[in-house]
Structures are given as C-alpha cells and as structure tokens.
C-alpha cells in the first residue's frame, strides 16, 4: 500500500516535474519570440537601413554616383572594343561592373551642368517593366556618364533590317506584335506619370530587346535631359529623321502625340522590315494613304520574311493602327494608353486565329477594305 502511494506521490510528483519544464521552455519560446520581434520593431524604428530594406518594394532605389575609376575599370578605360554605338548622348561602351554587373555606359564630353544629378535622379526612379533602367551617372573630368542596364540582344534596328550584321533573326508576325506592344507599355506607362514624361527620341533604334524579346524603351527623358545641359545651338540637327513629327516646330515643345507619331512610324518599320527613309510621304493622312496604297498594290509594304505567319486580318489591324497613330493633326492620333488596348487585342485575336486555323495565309490580300473603318 504504501509502495503504491509511493509510487503515486513518485509518479505526480514526476509529471508535475514534467510539466514545469514544458512550461519552462515554452515560456523560454515565447520570450525569445517577443525579444526577436522586439528587435525587429526597434530596428525598423531607428535603423535607416532596415527601412531602405523594406521600403525598396515600392520606392525604387536612388541614382547612383559612380566614380569614373568604376567606369574606367569595368569599360577597360573606354576600350574601343567595348565601343557599341552611338547615340544622341555621345558613344556607348559596355561595361563590367566589379559586381558582375553588365552595363552600358553612355558617356559625352562637356562642362558639368549644375541640375546633371537631381535630374539622372528623376529620371532613374521611373521604373517599368518595358523600359531601360537608368543606373546612375558619373560626372567627372569635364565629361558626363549614364550608367544603364545592358541588354544582349540589342535594338530592334539590328533585328530588322542593320545589314552586315550576323544577328539578324527572322521575327514572325506574333512576336513583332508582342514587341509592339511592350514598347507601347513603355510609353504609355511615361505618359501615365505625373507630370507625364515624354520621350521625344521615339525610333527603332530605342526599342531594345532582352533574352526573351521582351520589348524595352531605352534612352527615356534623355533628349530632353540634354537639351538642358547643352546650349540649344548645338543641337539642332538638319538630318532628316522620319520618326519625327511633321507637327513639331509649331511652337510649343513635345506632346504626347508627338511620341504617338513616332510609335507609328515604328509600327510600319516592323510591319516592313525596313528603314523608312521617305522623306515627304507622311506629312497628311492623304499622303500616308496613297503611300500605304501604292505599296500594297505593288506587294511591297508587309516583309516578305513574314509571309505565312501572318493573317490578312491580323495585319489589316495592324496597319490601321499603324495609320491611326500617324493622322493629322495630332489631336486625332490614340492615346498610349488605345495603342496597348488594340495592340492586345490584335495579338490575342492572331493567337486564336493562328492555332484554330494553323499558321497565316501565303497570298498578302489587302485591298481596299483596309480604307474602311
Ligand atoms: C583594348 O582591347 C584590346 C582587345 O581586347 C586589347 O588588346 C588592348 O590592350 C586594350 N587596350 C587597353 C588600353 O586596355
Ligand atoms: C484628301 O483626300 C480627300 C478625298 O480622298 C480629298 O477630298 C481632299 O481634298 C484631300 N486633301 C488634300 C489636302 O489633298
Ligand atoms: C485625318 O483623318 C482623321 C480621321 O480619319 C480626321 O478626323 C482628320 O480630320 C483628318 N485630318 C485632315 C487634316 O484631314
């Protein structure tokens, strides 16, 4: 009897034991949990890194100032064979930053203008999808830097019609489209800022494509950032550039409308395969008109490197839109925002087309319903 108590009294006695441990070690949990979240809370109240850490989902990081010895060092002290263009900014080289980093790095000559770094700051805030990170700039030894992303596969000029390069691939009908419409979210999502951004050096060559072909706008703002930094007698330029609107010189700078010009001309260099270089054939609707026209009578306005990936319809679409953008005046062309809309939907529509009814016809037969609205 008394070894049962005994063992009852033992057996209480050792779960009690027990449970005090459990407790112990819960009430350890838990207060290490409370000294964790503590932590968090006071750090994310006092320490300005942990706020950078969790702000950077909305916020986008600031402008960096890169040090010209950077730039030197990771474009091998502007190595010609690093040299790949030149744009309206000066030459172009690419670079390896030392974190692996690869960039392009636009760099022109010039007195430093005070507003350079507020402005590069600006500009690298805007951030999307469809258009080319600005990095940072460099402004050192009486010359400027802008530190973008690189993209491998280059502008669209290379893969449309840039002869004697190697790289030019054959892009059927569904990607230009996709393209198109990439490129006109990168504008849209400009105008769609506040104040809006216009990008006023719309072409081709400032349509650049990554690994996938996703569709980005590189040198946004840029020209206007230069025509605050140099003095405006140095900047006009006589040569002849077909993505510039016949309306501008009217007065009152760049519009909206302005870039949507230029998104046509864009349009129908994909929608061609080729540069367009006539210099007065879009200077109204009737003459873009008898343009389009003459050169669908004689077979030549659609790539002949897209027969059979495309449907008549798809490409009437196509060209309709290409026109609506490029009407006088201005104030009758979409909006960048009716430009993604119908791109879209031309690009939907030639999907379930083309994989109801196999891939596009061979015989281009257009005719005067494209006229028609
Ligand atoms: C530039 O690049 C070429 C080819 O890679 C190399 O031979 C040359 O030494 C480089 N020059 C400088 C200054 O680094
Ligand atoms: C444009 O064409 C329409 C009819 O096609 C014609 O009535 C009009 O006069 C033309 N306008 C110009 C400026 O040529
Ligand atoms: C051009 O065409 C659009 C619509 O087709 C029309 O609203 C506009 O008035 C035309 N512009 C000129 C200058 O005729």
Request: charged share 25%; aromatic share 8%.
């Amino acid at each position: 009897m008394t070894t049962l108590v005994a063992a009852i009294i033992g057996g209480i006695g050792g779960a009690i034991a027990l449970l005090g441990l459990i407790t112990f070690f819960l009430w350890l949990f838990i207060s290490q949990c409370r000294k964790l979240s503590n932590k968090d809370s006071e750090t994310g109240s006092s320490d300005p890194s942990a706020v950078g850490v969790k702000r950077s989902e909305d916020a986008p990081p600031e402008a960096r100032q890169f040090r010209i010895e950077e730039l030197e060092q990771a474009t091998r002290q502007f190595n010609e064979s690093n040299l790949i263009g030149c744009g309206n900014f000066g030459f172009v080289f690419k670079g390896l930053l030392s974190d692996g980093t690869v960039v392009a790095v636009k760099r022109r000559k010039g007195p430093p203008p005070l507003e350079f770094g507020e402005e590069v700051a600006y500009l690298s805030a805007i951030r999307h999808r469809n258009l080319v990170t600005l990095l940072g700039y460099c402004q050192e030894r009486d010359s400027q830097m802008l530190v973008f992303e690189y993209l491998p596969n280059g502008n669209m000029c290379t893969h449309l019609y840039d002869t004697g390069k190697d790289s030019i691939t054959k892009l059927e009908f569904k990607q230009r489209l996709s393209i198109a419409a990439g490129a006109a979210k990168g504008l849209c999502h400009l105008h769609g800022l506040q104040p809006p951004v216009i990008h006023s050096n719309f072409k081709t060559a400032n349509v650049l494509v990554d690994e996938n072909f996703i569709a980005k706008v590189a040198d946004a703002g840029v020209s206007k950032l230069l025509e605050k930094i140099e003095d405006a007698s140095s900047s006009a330029s006589s040569s002849f550039n077909a993505f510039r609107d016949p309306e501008l010189g009217q007065g009152d700078g760049f519009h909206e409308t302005n870039d949507v010009y230029s998104f046509g001309v864009f349009l129908l260099e994909l929608i061609s395969g080729k540069e367009v270089i006539d210099k007065d054939a879009f200077q109204s609707n009737n003459s873009t008109f008898q343009w389009v026209q003459e050169h669908l009578s004689t077979n030549d306005l659609v790539d002949h490197r897209l027969v059979g990936s495309f449907t008549a319809e798809g490409m009437r679409d196509l060209i309709r839109l290409m026109m609506k953008c490029m009407r006088f005046p201005g104030k009758e062309r979409p909006r960048m925002e009716n430009v993604v809309l119908e791109l879209d939907q031309i690009l939907d529509k030639e999907i379930t087309r083309t994989t109801v009814m196999g891939e596009g016809t061979t015989i281009v037969t257009l005719g005067s319903e494209l006229f028609t609205n």
